[in-house]
């Protein structure tokens, strides 16, 4: 058997082991949440950014006054073609 000062020192080493884990987990997980929200925001201030750029592209290619849209009224097939043969040129 051992002494009860060993114990002592056995319990109080275990206990504090389990509470350094705790400590630690807690930082750890603390810093990942950090880096996920931080992630997040750059994700979601590049698709804002893409957005963007699609909406001035749009906005630039309809004032030539096209209509790409077939179910629109004012589509004109012929209008549609010129402008594709004058952009591969």
Known sequence: MASTTV???RYT???GGVFYGIVHR???QKAHDAEV???AIHEREHLIAE???A???KQE???DGV???PEDPRFDLEKLIAKWEADSQ
């Open 7 to 9: 114990n002592v020192v």
């Open 61 to 63: 290619s309809s004032k």
């Open 37 to 39: 929200k931080q992630h």
């Open 67 to 69: 209509v790409t849209d």
């Open 13 to 15: 080493a275990l206990l």
């Open 55 to 57: 909406w001035k592209r």
């Open 51 to 53: 957005a963007k750029e």
């Open 26 to 28: 807690r930082s750890l």
